[in-house]
């Protein structure tokens, strides 16, 4: 599986941006799919995660109720909706995908990484 991760940017506190993860090699819609970010200086983190399926979906404390992660299977895209976004949001995002019997909320269920996009929210 190869994935593209993309949508980072420079954004003012309060704002919002949608990263994309585009995907190949595998069946897309047998993937789960999660969004990983590490900020400087701290340990990788997972944030947003969606189950191949659909009947799981995980967000990190932090992020629930500003962040949404969906995927289009026509396009085989995966993507993160960050709304509301603050100065601790800035970090390098991954995108990262995960056979469809691992643990979706658990870092050791991915095993497919894309490059990270980096996102910076300005105070």
């Known amino acids: 599986v190869q994935l593209q991760a993309s949508g980072g940017g420079l954004v003012q506190t309060g704002g919002s941006l949608r990263l994309s993860c585009a995907a190949s090699?595998?069946?897309?819609?047998?993937?789960?799919i999660g969004w990983f970010r590490q900020a400087p200086g701290k340990e990788r983190d997972l944030v947003a995660a969606?189950?191949?399926?659909?009947?799981?979906?995980y967000y990190k404390d932090s992020v629930k109720g500003r962040f949404t992660v969906y995927t289009d299977n026509a396009e085989k895209t995966a993507y993160l909706q960050m709304n509301s976004l603050n100065p601790e949001d800035t970090a390098v995002y991954y995108c990262?995908?995960?056979?469809?019997?691992?643990?979706?909320?658990?870092?050791?269920?991915?095993?497919?990484w894309g490059q990270g996009t980096l996102v910076t929210v300005s105070s």
């Open positions: 990262a995908a995960g056979n469809p019997r691992g643990p979706v909320a658990d870092p050791s269920g991915y095993h497919y």
């Open positions: 090699g595998r069946t897309f819609s047998l993937l789960n």
């Open positions: 969606f189950e191949w399926n659909g009947e799981t979906t």
